[in-house]
């Protein structure tokens, strides 16, 4: 998908280096509005570090994050609150909180209540949770698992709570949502059920740039795929030309591939 609007999600010459180990190098990647945007490459590419960078837990060594054209502010509460939101490879729920407690922690974000209002549960406070507690029931209905709105999150099945913390990193309404490895460790029907939440996230308005190992589930979703090697960006453009790229093929069954001078499919040095 190509637009000339605004950029939701951009990063020019994204480095980061731990000492002497460099994880990212000079990255860009830009997610459009309404675009879904892939991210993949071997294990050790980094991806996951990428991603930290992106969503504000690391600040970059090098080079700039923008969400809407503005700056990345460096906190990832700020982040939120600047329109970004993200899920975590590992599960990261509340399990003694019920699915819409855990939904509800995800819209204080863009809460305002006053000291006294919140320890007193005045007016403003009560007004404030039933807001949110309707927010989660909807988001939680949208996700497919309104019927465990008030089950612990550590009682649903995993993919449910895969689910659930989606939903809750939507409650923080987010203009581009982060996925970290969103089906890792589902079988093929919840998979499916994955594919059409995001599909469904992208139709409410929300980008969205997802890593996944799941080839089919990337190239069967995604606008437009990126793919990372050893820190670098090795190819940028459409499923089918990622696909057909040699570059790709190589570094997926171990062959040496030259990511000195990366050029995307589309053309575009990378």
Same mark, same amino acid.
């Given at each position: ?118 320890? !007193?549960?005045?007016? $403003? ?6 807001? @949110? ?5 909807? #988001? /939680? %209905? ?16 995993? !993919?449910?709570?895969? $689910? ?6 939507? @409650? ?5 949502? #982060? /996925? %970290? ?20 996230? $992208? ?68």
């Amino acid at each position: 998908m190509t637009t000339s609007a605004t950029p939701v999600l951009e990063a020019r010459g994204v480095t980061m280096r731990f000492g002497g180990l460099t994880a990212v190098k000079d990255v860009d990647l830009t997610v459009g509005p309404g675009e879904i945007v892939g991210l993949i490459g071997p294990n050790g590419a980094g991806k996951t570090t990428f991603f930290n960078c992106l969503s504000g837990l690391y600040r970059p060594t090098a080079g700039q994050v923008r969400v809407a054209g503005a700056p990345l502010p460096p906190r990832p509460h700020a982040a939120a609150r600047a329109g970004l939101a993200r899920t975590f490879q590992n599960i990261r729920l509340f399990p003694n909180m019920t699915a819409t407690e855990n939904v509800m922690v995800g819209s204080h974000v863009r809460t305002r209540q006053g000291l006294f209002s919140a320890i !007193g549960h005045g007016p $403003r406070y009560r007004r404030t949770e039933n807001a @949110a507690r309707t927010l989660a029931r909807d #988001l /939680l %209905d949208f996700a497919g698992i309104g019927r465990h709105a008030e089950s612990a999150a550590r009682n649903l099945s995993y !993919g449910d709570q895969r $689910r659930l913390e989606v939903a809750r990193a939507l @409650a923080s309404e987010p203009s581009v949502l #982060l /996925l %970290d490895e969103p089906t890792a460790g589902m079988n093929p029907a919840e998979t499916r059920q994955m594919r059409e939440l995001v599909l469904a996230i $992208r139709d409410r308005g929300v980008s969205v740039l997802v890593i996944e190992h799941d080839m089919r589930f990337i190239f069967g979703l995604c606008d437009c795929v990126v793919v990372l090697i050893h820190g670098e960006k090795l190819v940028q453009g459409t499923a089918e030309q990622v696909q057909a790229d040699e570059r790709v093929i190589a570094a997926y069954l171990g062959t040496p591939a030259t990511t000195g001078d990366a050029v995307s499919a589309t053309g575009e040095e990378g």
